[in-house]
């Protein structure tokens, strides 16, 4: 196995045009578990540790720009907390706080986990995914980029470079269902926003169908919205919960949301 | 390959399997056990280190990446002999019972004593919401932070 360690991006995309089949690693949450229980042997691995350009966030032109490389721990800092809250509350139930330190946006995008705890509140900003390779860049909404469990529409000589969202500036929350409060996979969550400037509602929901998926409505359909949002799911069973269990905890979820949101 | 970096305030240099951790490499290879190894993805806080000052798990670092960085551990906790006032807080308020998860602890503790010194229970709770022991409850745990806390916030 080799380590490269590309210090900007060109480099990085270099190598990643040059080694099709390497593992890219960035705060290693995810791809770490994998090497130390011998899942995964890749041939090369490009840490982007040192890449500045995937680093921090900045407001750009009224939108608000999320580098690849930003940390739970900093989307829960109150200057981003205000312009994207339902990502700050999300991202205090990811893991622990060693976990927030290391754990990034671009990983939760990468593994393109159903349960990816950043989606949902991704997803109801209407994010769009940029990514870029040696031929240039592209974009394209993240409901497009999530293409299944663990599949996602990166090509093998791409790195995402971030994610672009206008916010809303409006009512949002993040709730989450585990068996604690920290250290918790989500047995399924929803992220929701009460959008009166569209008079709309929209929620997306994790761990509660093959992608974290969005739904919408007027805001007069509010009576039925929960109902809607837990038909829209199609959660499986499996070691954290049941379908059924989904189904009813998102519906409840969502009520909650909704009263959280419009006072 | 080589990795160069800083443990504990001291330069050092270790030839290592490019795939593995900054934990194996801390206990395997620098000589540095106080880290344990127990569940290796990021569940148990028994392997906490600080990453240029920042709270990780160490064996969700691969030990590549820590080059050129500097690496606080548990055994450099203790300055001049002296235990690190987490360490005596821990001993004082009977905190240790096998003794396994305490090295993880006390890192948490002492980087949440860093930013708050007089933590709540439920801030304590919360940052130190990573870190499994399994002998015994926490609420030991929680007194020997708040105690070292305020000893802390007390001295000149």
Known sequence: MDVLTPRTLDEALRYRAEYPNALPIQGGTDVMVDLNFDRARPETVINLNAVRELRSWRRDNGAVWLGAALTY?????????????????ASRTVGSRPIRNRGTLGGNLGTASPAGDALPPLLIEEAEVALASVDGERTLPLSEFLLGPKKNALATDELILGVRLTPSAQPQTFMKVGPRNAMVIAICSVALVADRERDE????????GPVASLVTAPLGERDAF???VASAASPIDDVRGTAAYRRHALDVLVNRAID???V | MKVALTVNGEAREATIW?????????????????SKNACEQGECGSCAVLLDGELVCSCLVLAAQAEGRAVVTV???????????VQRAFVEAGAVQCGFCTPGLVVAAADLLDSNATPTDDEIREA???NLCRCTGYAKIIDAVKAAGTAAAGSP
């Open chain 1, 73 to 89: 721990t900093e989307a829960m800092e109150s200057e981003l907390a205000a312009l994207v809250p339902a990502l700050a509350e």
């Open chain 1, 201 to 208: 509602l929209r929620a997306a929901f994790g761990s509660a």
């Open chain 1, 226 to 228: 929960a109902t809607a």
């Open chain 1, 260 to 262: 959280r949101c419009l």
């Open chain 2, 18 to 34: 490019p795939g593995e951790s900054l934990l194996v490499m801390l206990r395997d290879r620098l000589g540095l056990p106080g």
């Open chain 2, 75 to 85: 055994e450099g906790l203790a300055a001049n002999g002296e235990l690190h006032p």
């Open chain 2, 128 to 130: 130190l919401a990573g």
